[in-house]
Nanobody
């Protein structure tokens, strides 16, 4: 499995921006579709965005579409999430996760059940 470590979280004001990163090691990062999920206090885990292994297709939840951008650099084994126009409701722990290459539609079904590896999370707090 691939090992994942998130970074880049922090405290921002409403309307601010953050760039989250997810560094991968172990098995080949470029062979995986990748996703970002988040979990707010007292709420269930929520799908945020995903990107196919060759970065040709992306998918976003309605809650972040138009404000967040997922990208990847396979040469650097790194996944990114650019989060703009942040709102208090974006406050959560953000997790990156690796999804099998051949399962794109399961990767974006929102459940997260097919993801093989998860990072430890990075906390994002948006103050009003």
């Amino acid at each position: 499995q691939v090992q994942l470590v998130e970074s880049g979280g922090g405290l921002v004001h409403t309307g601010g921006s953050l760039r989250l990163s997810c560094a991968a090691s172990g098995r080949s990062f470029s062979n995986y579709n990748m996703g970002w999920f988040r979990q707010a206090p007292g709420k269930e885990r929520e799908f945020v965005a995903a990107i196919r292994w060759i970065a040709d297709i992306t998918s976003y939840s309605e809650a972040v579409k138009g404000r967040f951008t997922i990208s990847r650099d396979n040469a650097k084994n790194t996944l990114y999430l650019q989060a703009n126009s942040l709102k208090p409701e974006d406050t959560a722990v953000y997790y990156c996760a690796a999804c099998p290459q051949t399962s794109w539609y399961e990767c974006i079904d929102g459940s997260g059940n097919i993801y093989e590896s998860w990072g430890q999370g990075t906390r994002v707090t948006v103050s009003s």
